[in-house]
């Protein structure tokens, strides 16, 4: 049996990303950028007016108060006015439609009184008021996003007003789902005496795509080694991360080990110091000059999700070519007491909240490992140490982040 740094100091060693390859910016969502994407022109383009008002120049209001000024024309968005404004004229603009030349300023609609073709200003408008300047946003030539960013949505709306058509990613991993128990029934089959739903596939399937990996389902089979054996050979070409779930513990029907041994996969570890998810295991395929990383997961939904988030989406993360490849952690206290056996490094689930300046933690529910409703209300896995016993309200502990 081996421990949690050290399992994971195996799976990640020499990960590489898969390679490049150039796609739409609207299928980018959650692709890992593998260029530096440079600003092509500034943002705004031009300077603009920010309110619905008019465009003035601001010396026409110094010691002048009140004033009044004559409405030479209008503006909107889109559309160029083309002329100067000079001293005593106001230009009625529109928000987002670009500041005329000799203007400098904008003055609120809301803030003066209009009388024919006049305003009448009744305050000092300071130079710049309401005035958004060509590229005060992002500079002309800017690197504005690194290579190793995976693409949220405003990362994309960035890239669109930069008039990014498609942009260089880094290729996603596929990664193959295989669920195996006699027991396991599919959404749309009766549910018979001993039999329970395949849950596991499905938020699997869910895990894999909010990391940006492409979940390739193969279904279920029975505890049966030649079956396991002939999905895993049919498919192994196209993943690059092969993923069964149950079977994998130490009972007379669990074949996974085998069925991965039987084609030729080298063990890198089987059982991990950790709970749940203890029998985890972890095989290194080398087919045709590339690694297939294949795991073995426990069949309870506890150890399932929570060894995917701790072990396989990082694992997805690194292929993706993403810089930050771990999840987010905080130092967090616990609200209540801990009792546990030594020797196991426990994950619990967790929410996370904040309370007197310092992040807190309190249980989602009973800890069970077949349990899904604690997975459901959990924001968080909490790492309780390998080798503690007992830990008293207020102890600080390592937390993980998690978004499934
Ligand atoms: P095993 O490791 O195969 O003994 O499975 C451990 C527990 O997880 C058993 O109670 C199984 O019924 C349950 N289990 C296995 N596979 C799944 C699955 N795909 N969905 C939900 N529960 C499962
Ligand atoms: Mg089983």
Redesign the pocket.
């Known amino acids: 049996m081996i421990n949690f740094e050290e399992a994971r100091k195996i799976i990640f060693e020499n990960v590489k990303p898969i390679g490049k390859e150039r796609v739409f910016l609207e299928d980018a969502f959650r692709r890992v950028l593998a260029e530096n994407v440079k600003a092509s022109h500034p943002i705004p383009p031009f300077t603009n007016s920010a309110m619905d008002g008019f465009a003035i120049r601001s010396g026409n209001t110094e010691g002048k108060i009140p004033v009044k000024l004559k409405i030479v024309g209008e503006e909107s968005a889109g559309k160029i006015f083309g002329k100067e404004i000079h001293e005593g004229e106001a230009l009625y603009i529109l928000t987002g439609a670009p500041l005329p030349p000799g203007a400098d300023t904008v003055i609120p609609q809301e803030e003066v009184k209009i009388e024919g073709d006049y305003i009448i200003i009744t305050r000092k408008v300071g130079k710049g008021e309401n005035v958004r300047y060509a590229g005060e946003d992002i500079k002309e030539g800017e690197i504005i996003l690194e290579k190793g960013i995976q693409l949220n949505s405003a990362h994309i709306g960035l890239l669109a007003a930069l008039g990014k058509i498609e942009i260089e990613v880094f290729v996603a991993p596929k990664i193959g789902i295989l ?3 006699e ?2 029934r599919e959404l749309n089959e009766l549910l018979t005496p001993g039999s ?6 499905y938020a699997l399937i869910a895990q894999i795509k909010s990391a940006g990996g492409i979940p390739l389902n193969y279904g ?1 089979v029975g505890d049966n080694p030649e079956e396991i054996k002939k999905i895993m050979e049919e498919n192994l070409n196209t993943c690059d991360i092969f993923l069964t ?5 130490v ?1 007379k029907y ?1 074949y996974v080990k085998e069925a991965y041994e039987s084609i030729g996969a080298e063990r890198k570890f089987w059982r991990v110091a950790q709970k749940p998810g203890m ?1 985890l295991a972890f095989y290194i395929l080398k087919k045709e000059n590339r690694i297939k990383y294949l795991f073995g997961l ?4 506890a150890s399932v999700m929570i060894s995917f988030e701790e072990y396989i989406r990082p694992l997805i993360y690194l292929l993706s070519g993403r810089k930050n490849y771990l999840l987010r952690e905080i130092q967090a206290r616990l609200s209540h007491d801990y009792k546990k056996k030594k020797g196991r490094l426990n994950f619990l689930r967790v929410k996370v909240f904040f309370k007197n300046g310092e992040y807190w933690i309190t249980e989602s529910g009973p800890q069970g490992s ?1 349990f899904l409703r604690t997975l459901a209300f959990a924001n968080a896995i909490a790492l309780i140490p390998k080798d503690a016993e007992y830990l008293s309200a207020g102890t600080k502990v390592k937390v993980h982040l998690v978004e499934w």
């Open positions: 669920a195996t128990g027991e396991l329970i739903r395949n849950s596991n596939t279920k779930t149950g079977g994998v513990s009972g669990d029998p426990p069949g309870n939904p077949g």
